[in-house]
């Protein structure tokens, strides 16, 4: 198992200046099943980093540690177009948000904080080891 401790996960934010926060999230792997049937993964977010729109055909949890997360949901159009879906979820320290195939899977999330980072952590059904690589 790899782990990164919560309370260090967000040091190199505090400690660096904005322009040495790095360009894009971090994620960490944090935990692996023996049989690869699930995993727990966890974002870092630099002040107003988001994900692109995309898809995850797995189902996951998004459980905020520090700041304010954003989720906004899409679905496929008729044509086969990604539209906007419902109202966007703001996650608090604390709160939990549900995705998966059955309920909508399609998101793009984003650290909602201007000038602060945030961090999340994100059980899956599934070994995420691909998201490292």
Sequence with gaps: MRCWPTCGMMTGYRRNSPSRIPEHYMRYLLHVDSRQRFSVVSFVWGPGQRTPIHHHRVWWLMGM?????????????????????????????????????????????????AHLPCSSIYPAWKDMNWLLE
Excluded: K, M, W
């Excluded at 899409?74 to 419902?86: H, I, Q, R, T």
């Design 65 to 113: 540690l520090r700041g304010a997360e954003g989720s906004q949901g899409f679905a496929f159009g008729a044509d086969g177009s990604v539209v906007l879906e419902g109202r966007g979820v703001q996650l608090q320290p604390g709160q939990v948000e549900a995705v998966s195939p059955r309920i909508g899977d399609i998101q793009q999330v984003s650290n909602l904080q």
